[in-house]
């Protein structure tokens, strides 16, 4: 009787100990908000469709979330606290990313809801690759020209994406200058004694993500051009 006694003593030792659960997991809730560029553009006037909230970190299984862009904001409830990093991203008709917001590093607290934003939605970036020559075949020197003059125009924004930026001439590496995509007009300046001596426009249309070059050919600045682009 006393071994059977003990034998059950032991049994209903390894009962209860099955029986405890693990603690429950602390939960959180996330609002964010956004907008399109610091300018706070229209979604269909930069045709985005939808914005998608992605959730990451260490430890934590990736979350995402996908509403109509025109919504503004979302709530997000019963996420797991703790740090993580958050990324908007902007889509296209065809669910493609064009704008992204930069990661943001934060910590979700338990039974809290964390708000975050404006974030800034930014078109993501092209790169342009940016040389030159002159219409007569002569080198800078001979033409007299120290520098080149660079201005880019966001034609759709009616605004400067690259104010008035300097390089010399006889750069060795030509400029290589990443920019929001978008209907650009770029106007280079080739200036010797303090004055525009050779002009010429160029107008691209960049794609996110892509990669392409213009090639400006500097023409000599006719007498009387005050009015002409980069004379």
């Not at 693990?22 to 609002?31: D, E, G, K």
């Not at 075949?137 to 125009?153: A, K, M, P, W």
């Not at 924004?157 to 001439?169: A, F, I």
């Amino acid at each position: 009787m006393l071994a059977l006694g003990l034998a059950l003593g032991v049994v209903g030792c390894f009962d209860s100990g099955g029986d405890e659960q693990p603690p429950p997991v602390p939960l959180a809730a996330l609002q964010v908000s956004w907008r399109i560029t610091t300018y706070n553009l229209a979604c269909d006037s930069v045709g985005l469709q939808s914005v998608r909230l992605e959730l990451t970190g260490t430890g934590r299984t990736p979350f995402q979330r996908q509403v109509p862009c025109s919504q503004g904001s979302l709530l997000v409830q019963d996420l797991p606290a703790g740090p993580a990093t958050l990324t908007l991203h902007g889509l296209d008709a065809a669910d493609k990313t064009t704008y992204r917001t930069a990661a943001q590093a934060l910590t979700l607290r338990a039974d809290t809801t964390e708000v975050v934003g404006p974030l800034n939605l930014a078109r993501l970036p092209a790169t342009l690759h940016v040389d030159w020559a002159f219409a007569n075949g002569l080198r800078c020197g001979s033409n007299g020209v120290e520098f080149v003059d660079l201005t880019i125009f966001d034609l759709d924004l009616q605004r400067e994406v690259l104010p008035t930026t300097r390089y010399d001439c006889d750069v060795l590496t030509p400029p290589v200058l990443e920019l929001a995509p978008g209907r650009l007009e770029l106007i280079a300046s080739g200036i010797g004694g303090g004055r525009a001596l050779f002009a010429d426009t160029e107008s691209i249309t960049l794609a996110a993500e892509q990669e392409a070059s213009v090639l400006f050919r500097l023409q000599a600045c006719p007498p009387g051009s005050a009015g002409t682009p980069g004379c």
